[in-house]
């Protein structure tokens, strides 16, 4: 298969931990059943620690606290009574009969007192909100998925039509409607201002479209011992893994620190194959060598200084299945392969591309028009015995699974794993939020960069991916830390020089800030 056979399938030290619904219930279980911490406790700190966000976001106004009839809103009723001792009008609207609580929450609604909640009932929502100062989504937690009815859809329509008014909206946990294991969002979903989380941030909290109803997202912690299990979910991705790029010695040779072989470009596509190369030698390759259609070498040896080009068989300026032994005898002696910057959707070059995948002898990144040529064969890639990345957006990903782009954005998480499931490789879908996808190990970027969204910087990934394969890393830790590098690259080359002004060339110029390792 092409992810590296040997390599761990437990989440590395390097991610930092993002739990599911079912990983924090096992934190939960340990804290309670076997360290002994009262579940009570838990949710006071809980409370406590949401409360303080609540006062200071309200804007003046009673806050209302919606509740469910679980523990998260149980936290809610610890929130209420919180701030009324402070001074703080506060009131709890339940969803669900008083009798229906879970035993925690019924704790909470006995100290609370009868004064300080009231059942929300067939009261319409917006009149029981009304000239709230702010309002505190308490309904459902990390537990909970699917799509809610009513009469809780109608509330929490009630609640984003008062945000849309200026109340400001704080989730418990995470905002109700947003899938914690996934980031999918129901229908009906709140949309917060601020989300409270505890003990440490879950998927959810981090892969869109769920981090967008998040709003500003606050870990806190609410008294787990230390030596709390780890979670399987997955992990946000650590500087401390760009130092495990091999680094260059005294006796190092060009040799030694790999070559990386960019086949592609094409008539009015030849910038992509030049921003990829040169980002590959920027992020340490010890060379790169671009493989072009023939007719357009010259312009690429004009336009290339620190980059070999090797014309291969072309028509019409793009490249012909017939440049296929040319290159395969190539990537014998290379580090890295990048498949697909500029290639174009003539019939010649998807055929290359076709052939190419399965047979690269050597770690295979495939980007662009590469993936596009692969149609929905990703089992093709199944079968190869080197390393593979894949490094897809939305559309290109939605074209390998048949499915659209939509679809794709909508179920990110699951998206990328079935595609890393079928094709055996490491998969990179690309956005704000990028997820790097490899059997049961998942890395989620939160250093996302807007400087990013301008043509050309999917190039420089691939070239940068590309060179770090080139250097030894494992596929999983390349290509997690080339998104990493990237992004803060991106970043940089922001500060400098404006959001708006960023060009890719600029990234590849910034790539040796994004390259330094943590610590």
């Not at 076997?34 to 806050?63: K, N, T």
């Not at 703080?88 to 229906?100: K, M, Q, R, V, Y």
């Not at 002898?361 to 929905?376: I, Q």
């Amino acid at each position: 298969m092409s992810a590296d056979p040997a390599a761990p399938e437990s989440q590395p030290d390097w991610l930092e931990p993002l739990f599911d619904a079912a990983g924090m219930g096992a934190v939960d279980r340990w804290a309670i059943d076997e360290q002994g911490v009262p579940s009570l406790e838990l949710m006071e700190a809980a409370g406590a620690a949401l409360a303080r966000e609540v006062a200071a976001l309200a804007v003046g106004g009673p806050v209302r606290v919606v509740c469910g009839k679980g523990n998260n809103g149980g936290d809610g009723l610890v929130v209420a009574r919180l701030l009324r001792e402070t001074g703080i009008a506060a009131e709890a609207l339940l969803l669900w009969p008083a009798d229906e609580l879970s035993p925690d929450a019924t704790a909470n609604l006995e100290r609370l007192g009868t004064d300080g909640w009231r059942l929300l009932g067939d009261e319409p929502a917006l009149d029981a909100l009304a000239g709230a100062g702010a309002i505190v989504d308490a309904i459902f937690g990390t537990g909970f998925a699917g799509e809610p009815r009513e009469p809780v859809a109608g509330v929490i329509a009630a609640v984003n039509e008062l945000r849309m008014g200026g109340v400001p909206v704080v989730a418990c946990d995470i905002p109700s409607g947003v899938d914690a294991a996934t980031g999918e969002t129901a229908e009906t979903c709140v949309g917060a201002d601020a989300t409270v989380t505890f003990h440490a941030p879950k998927l959810g909290h981090r892969i869109a479209p769920g981090k967008w109803r998040c709003g500003d997202l606050v870990v806190a912690p609410i008294g787990i011992p230390p030596g709390a299990p780890q979670p399987p979910a997955g992990g946000t991705i650590g500087g401390r893994v760009l130092a495990l790029a091999p680094r260059r010695g005294r006796e190092s040779t060009k040799f030694a620190s790999g070559e990386v072989i960019v086949v592609g470009g094409s008539r009015g596509l030849t910038g992509a194959v030049c921003l990829a190369s040169m980002a590959a030698i920027r992020a340490g390759a010890g060379y790169a060598t671009a493989a072009v259609p023939d007719a357009l070498e010259p312009i690429l040896e004009t336009k290339l200084t620190e980059v070999m080009t090797v014309g291969v068989d072309s028509v019409d300026g793009s490249l012909d299945v017939a440049a296929a032994s040319t290159i395969l005898e190539r990537a014998e002696r290379a580090g890295a392969v990048v498949l697909g910057p500029g290639l174009g959707r003539t019939p010649q070059a998807a055929s290359l591309a076709r052939h190419l995948a399965p047979h690269v002898p050597c770690p295979l990144l495939v980007d662009a028009d590469g993936l596009n040529a692969l149609g929905t064969d990703l089992a093709s890639l199944a079968s190869r015995s080197a390393p593979t990345v894949l490094t897809p957006h939305a559309g290109e990903l939605g074209r390998l699974l048949g499915a659209d782009s939509g679809a794709i954005a909508a179920r990110r998480l699951d998206s990328v794993r079935r595609a890393a499931d079928a094709s055996g490789a490491v998969v990179v879908l690309k956005g704000d939020d990028t997820l790097v996808a490899s059997g049961e190990r998942l890395a989620v970027n939160v250093e996302g960069s807007p400087a990013l969204a301008t043509a050309g910087t999917g190039d420089v990934l691939s070239g940068t991916i590309g060179a770090l394969l080139a250097r030894g890393m494992e596929a999983f830790e390349a290509a997690c830390a080339g998104v990493l590098a990237h992004s803060r690259a991106g970043r940089v080359a922001g500060e400098r020089l404006g959001v708006e002004s960023v060009i890719a060339s600029d990234v590849i110029a910034c790539l040796p800030e994004g390259l330094r390792a943590d610590g």
